[in-house]
């Protein structure tokens, strides 16, 4: 079983739209989430770390459920630019230090 | 700022030949990364090494080794370069923060193809 796992998509959605992306992961021990961005042919880059309470940076929502261990992305009032690939990353509480990182979930804004 | 340079930014290589990526960051990151991604396999650790002097296996490890030559440099050595290992290495850093795991910091990446 992968230790994280995404709904690929890709999703198409228009300009203005809302969106949602899950993820969920295996190992009840873990600690740290986070979410990483991925353009085209380029390196991950953070979006934003997942806190337990759930957190907000702008158009970027993020919420935590230890309970079902799932993970989940909201970005409100969706623009070109935020085309890309988005990852979701957990920690493995077995290494100490290691992170697992989901396959991505694939969005495109469309005009 | 340079971050994390990675070094070279693309190679081909034949079956067989060796070859050595090179990764330096100037943010004073104790522990490094090597990650390798493909396509619809996301991104794998291969190695990692959490201070100056230790290094770890990750989930991919076969094929490789990996030296943490000081604080700021972490290369990783393809000793028999295979088909298979035609991919994009990623390198990374982060600042070990005790009882708190950061997020990574990239490098650009090398585009390594074997044939």
């Known amino acids: 079983r992968k230790e994280v796992e995404q709904d690929p998509g890709p999703f198409n959605v228009p300009e203005g739209a809302t969106v949602a992306f899950n993820c969920t992961y295996s190992n009840s021990a873990s600690q740290s989430f986070f979410w990483y961005r991925q353009d085209c042919r380029k390196e991950p880059k953070l979006l934003m770390s997942v806190y337990s309470s759930g957190n907000e940076d702008g158009r970027f929502t993020a919420q935590l459920n230890r309970a079902s261990q799932y993970i989940s992305l909201l970005i409100r009032d969706s623009k070109l630019s935020d085309s890309a690939t988005y990852l979701c990353?957990?920690?493995?509480?077995?290494?100490?230090?290691?992170?697992?990182f989901g396959k991505g979930t694939s969005l495109l804004v469309t005009p | 700022n340079a971050g994390v340079t990675q070094t070279p930014k693309f190679q081909v290589l034949k079956t067989g030949q060796s070859m050595t990526l090179q990764c330096a960051q100037d943010m004073n990151h104790n522990s490094m990364y090597w990650y390798r991604q493909d396509p619809g396999m996301g991104l794998r650790l291969i190695y990692y090494?959490?201070?100056?002097?230790?290094?770890d296996k990750g989930e991919v490890p076969n094929g490789y080794n990996v030296s943490r030559l000081n604080k700021r440099e972490f290369s990783l050595r393809l000793e028999s370069a295979a088909p298979s290992q035609t991919s994009v290495y990623f390198c990374a850093s982060s600042e070990f923060v005790f009882g708190d795991l950061p997020p990574l910091h990239f490098g650009n990446g090398t585009r390594l193809t074997v044939t």
């Open positions: 090494s959490a201070s100056e002097g230790t290094t």
């Open positions: 990353v957990v920690n493995d509480p077995n290494s100490g230090y290691a992170l697992n």
